[in-house]
């Protein structure tokens, strides 16, 4: 699933710095807020990466 991830975001920019609806819509299927500085991204195919937010 990772391949799929990696080859479905090879077609966009390099150059992207700014969020794009379409892009998170093809690999992230859930986004959960654990708290106000962390929130965990569930990546279609199960992969699960939490992240630090800033301020």
Do not use: H, P, Q, W
């Amino acid at each position: 699933m990772l391949k799929t991830i990696s080859d479905e975001l090879k077609n966009y920019d390099d150059s992207i710095v700014k969020y794009n609806e379409t892009a998170v819509r093809k690999v992230v299927e859930c986004v959960k807020v654990i708290s106000k500085t962390e929130v965990e991204l569930t990546f279609k195919g199960g992969f699960d990466m939490t992240v630090e937010v800033e301020k």
